[in-house]
């Protein structure tokens, strides 16, 4: 990919944030209860030694009666950023962070998506662009 920002500079000034619609939870299963078809409605799946742990829209959670404790939106971090990149990571975490906003960062691909509390989503945003454009000074 030859638009790929390089580096932490490049990745956190290109960053874009975008408040996904929407709410979501994260969601486990013990070792040994399956999730069986709310895999392919999950936008996350990880396999870690305790169980399956899901990320799942909150509708569907809902439909399935489980427990949303914690409702999540996610922020796109809309910057190609190698998978070697270094930094980006950190400093997103260290600007919520700063102001008491919690976060969950899972990478992908193409993306990073940030996770923050729903009621906090809005400030979350405001922290990020503020983040971006402070680097593109």
Do not use: W
Not at 3 to 21: R, V
Not at 45 to 62: H, M, N, T, Y
């Amino acid at each position: 990919m030859s638009n790929i920002a390089e580096t932490k500079s490049d990745m956190i000034s290109n960053m874009t944030p975008e408040l996904q619609p929407g709410g979501f939870v994260f969601a486990t299963f013990p070792d040994g209860k399956e999730p069986g078809n709310l895999i392919q409605q999950a936008i996350s799946v990880f396999r870690e030694k305790e169980g399956v742990s899901l990320i799942l829209p909150v509708d569907v959670a809902i439909g399935v009666d489980i427990s949303i404790e914690d409702d999540m939106r996610c922020i796109t971090l809309n910057v190609y950023s190698s998978l070697q990149g270094v930094g980006l990571t950190a400093a997103v975490s260290t600007a919520l962070g700063k102001v008491g906003i919690p976060c969950n960062m899972v990478a992908a691909y193409h993306h990073d998506h940030v996770f923050v509390p729903a009621e906090m989503s809005e400030q979350a945003m405001k922290v990020l662009v503020s983040l971006q454009n402070e680097e593109q000074r």
